[in-house]
């Protein structure tokens, strides 16, 4: 006889590039963001959670005439008898939705409109390692003000959410910069070809990489870099590319120092001087709220890539060093950036309508905690009632009711209670710290055993036969003292 | 000179049927979801936040090899060089990620494996009012356990958890019944013809609608509804409908009554006796934990749907009475809905685990919660402190830097400040309890203006003009007293 031919059993995984998150690592995250949103809510900022998806028209990356327009997001076409339904996307960002909620809701809202958003954004993006295509963002914005007061209120709060997350002040610093400084560096140079002004534009950005010596090979004749490979320069003379290096090396330890150094590289370009007026702005902003240079300095090397920012520019970095995957010490680096741009909404109304905002890495944030131990990778599993007795199900519920009034997170062992072992190792995948036994003789005489699996394991480690028999991390106390010597044990490991 | 041709303005508008939610209804919800969640870690229950992507294979609803297999949910191919790309898709439920999530990571998950679960799900439906095609789901699982202690629990949990949210005892009843009952009672009729069963299986689940004779009407003869169509019966005698009427009416007072009732309309049918075993054993489990029938209570007419679930199933409905869209009164109904559900795991590793778990519906309880008034739909705004002079920002943002440091939400006016009604206007939109004024006559005294705009639109709402022009609503109070007087003035205001 033939056999009947199955479907194949689906394969039970993530989609590549996707990923799932369990108990700590959602809980590590939630918490966090819980810490930011108290800053962002106690700085007037209102939440919003806008749709996840949005029309590709409203993203604006796209345009719904091409045949398959999900380069770079995840888009499908709206399902329409004519086949001219509109292209709806994954939000790539928590950006551009803002523009089209401000641009939708503006007469709803006031302004200037302070949001803050959190939530998953999506790449249709090759995955990699540590590369998602799913992950979270957090932004908070201003829309609706053009003063230099918004910009200096983002910075101050970003400096407020990471000491209140559990970066210390020292731990920490926010770099300022401001792109008409930038733009009037490259007007006082005369730089008028594009493709020169591009590859200036390109050699900045990598100043953080090769430093002040490796930008002045890069806009002269060229370098050798670290693969041996020569890569080609500029062609700017010392003297034509002196403006460039002023500018990036500008930075003194106070604020005011820095701008002299920046007048001198701007030399008689307006929009230059405009920039330091804005940022001479920001500053005295900032000094008046307390805000120093040692936790927010003006830093003209920031640059925050080459398109979209039409003013100030912000980036926040750690400072303390950790060591890479080859055992090396390195600066955790940057977390955080964001800046003015001005453009958002005019695509949507036709008028342009200032605004300004951050992006925290969350994931980079997180991994940063972890780093300083600030946050736990392993949080302490539930009490375990394990089941002696099938039969007596019912009074190990009545022990973890108690234990749960009394805030206590526990649970009673819901797999075969049949091997007592399988309940133990149970207990140890859940890292709870402590377990609770009553078999018939316990019952009878109207006690609870306790366990200490934390003690317990340290004793495994360490002691010998003779300290192990004697179990002191096992102890009898009366079935209506559960509750407090539970309690008494939770608060000894802490 | 022809004119260019301009791209149209894309519209600022969400896809059909998707939405955004602001400020307070952000923060409502997540304190809502919140409380609940802090309920399920007690229980011991794990977070997981599994991707909003899956592939359609794994979703297990569509076929990859139809055309568009988007019919339901939101679907699209991966690119790919050969067309040969996985179909992706949102999912549509937390049930079917648990499900592949469990059986991917098996391996490493304790078992039973107890998570909970709370995020957006996408639908790709028809929108109506009040229909959305994205919307929260909230649910607790637990996996690997036949245990009547594993359904038990979950009741137990739902109880605790509408207490948590702000649902007093009494205002809700859990409901429990149990499908081997039903099929017990279908199997005690001897009701073989496929047809003829699901007919009475649908005419069961109208019960809540049409109540006990609109059910004997269309087990018989049939039914004029109150539209004046007449809906054919199933044709059974009122002898052969009896045992559906004698279970569906089985409830009573207390469990053990119910019981008995149960076992006179299940006859002698194994599958029933089975089911009513099942049923004894929750609800002793539930007394012994002091979960009595005034909090959950065996009901036979709880039916949840036809498929899928295969013993237990459970329901929380709220008991109060609200006014429906016409002003009739009515009872708010069910909120939140589970059950047993044994072939969770099998599509994928061919291996039948047991799962019971439960939804809750967060919109449906969100708005109950609002209407008991337990919700504020409106919440308080932050201090605002306005700009009289625009040179002195930096003196403003001292003062909301103070009184944030207090804990106190306040946050500068940032738009034009030229027109100080608009600054008004803008604490009035932000509802602002407390509007903070200094101008130069003011910063030269050493003073600043407080107004209490909570009393203030008390007064213009009720007030005389020489009670309005004495302004009792604005103090003028030492500079160094900013943060105490507005302190007062929150505390006062509750």
């Known amino acids: 006889m033939a056999k009947t031919k199955k479907a194949p059993r689906p394969r039970a995984d993530t989609p590549k590039g996707f990923r799932d998150y369990f108990g700590t690592e959602v809980d590590a995250r939630k918490s966090m963001l819980d810490q930011i949103a108290a800053v962002y809510h106690r700085y007037g900022?209102?939440?919003l959670e806008s749709s996840a998806v949005?029309?590709?028209e409203a993203l604006g990356k796209f345009l719904p005439d091409i045949d398959r327009p999900n380069e770079g997001v995840?888009?499908?076409?709206?399902?329409?008898?004519?086949?001219?339904g509109d292209?709806?996307?994954?939000?790539?960002d928590l950006t551009a939705p803002l523009a089209r909620v401000y641009a939708q809701h503006r007469n709803d809202l006031p302004t200037p409109y302070r949001r803050y958003a959190m939530g998953p954004v999506w790449r249709n993006e090759k995955p990699g390692p540590g590369r998602f295509r799913q992950f979270y963002q957090c932004d908070a914005d201003t829309v609706g003000s053009a003063s230099m007061a918004a910009d200096a209120e983002i910075c101050a709060m970003l400096a407020d959410t990471l000491e209140a997350v559990g970066i210390p002040r020292g731990d920490y610093v926010?770099?300022?910069?401001n792109r008409k400084v930038l733009n009037g560096v490259l007007e006082t140079m005369g730089l008028t070809d594009e493709t020169r002004r591009d590859a200036v534009l390109r050699t900045i950005d990598k100043f953080d990489k090769v430093g002040e010596a490796g930008v002045r090979e890069l806009l002269g004749k060229g370098r050798l870099d670290a693969s041996g490979a020569y890569i080609d320069g500029v062609g700017l003379s010392d003297a034509e590319a002196a403006p460039v290096l002023n500018f990036l090396t500008a930075r003194r330890a106070d604020n005011a120092a820095t701008l002299l150094q920046l007048m001198v590289a701007v030399g008689d370009s307006a929009k230059g001087a405009e920039g330091i007026a804005e940022l001479q702005e920001m500053s005295r902003l900032l000094a008046a709220q307390g805000y120093d240079e040692d936790r927010i300095i003006i830093d003209p090397s920031v640059v925050r890539g080459l398109g979209y920012y039409t003013g100030p520019v912000f980036e926040a970095e750690l400072t303390f060093d950790i060591l890479d995957e080859k055992g090396r010490k390195r600066q955790f680096g940057s977390v955080a950036g964001g800046g003015r741009y001005d453009d958002l909404v005019k695509r949507f109304t036709g008028q342009s309508v200032p605004a300004t905002g951050i992006s925290?890495?969350?994931d980079r944030l997180l991994a940063a905690l972890m780093a300083k131990g600030r946050m736990q990778g392993v949080a302490r599993g539930p009490v375990i009632v394990t089941v002696m007795d099938r039969d007596r199900m019912g009074d190990y519920q009545a022990m973890v009711a108690?234990?749960?009034?009394a805030g206590i997170r526990a649970e009673v062992y819901l797999g075969n209670p049949k091997n007592f072992g399988n309940q133990l190792k149970y207990a140890d995948k859940r890292h709870s710290p402590v377990a609770v036994i009553?078999?018939?003789?316990?019952?009878?005489?109207?006690?609870v055993q306790i366990k200490d699996l934390v003690l317990g394991a340290k004793i495994a480690e360490s002691a010998s036969l003779e300290e192990w028999k004697s179990q002191p991390a096992q102890r009898e106390v009366a079935r209506a003292d559960l509750v407090d010597e539970v309690t008494r044990l939770l608060s000894q490991d802490g």
């Open 402 to 405: 108690e234990l749960r009034s």
């Open 54 to 56: 949005e029309t590709v």
């Open 45 to 47: 900022f209102d939440a």
């Open 87 to 92: 292209w709806l996307a994954l939000r790539y």
């Open 360 to 362: 925290i890495g969350v």
């Open 174 to 177: 926010i770099r300022i910069n």
């Open 74 to 84: 995840f888009a499908w076409q709206e399902d329409d008898a004519g086949g001219k």
């Open 438 to 447: 009553q078999g018939t003789d316990e019952a009878a005489r109207g006690v």
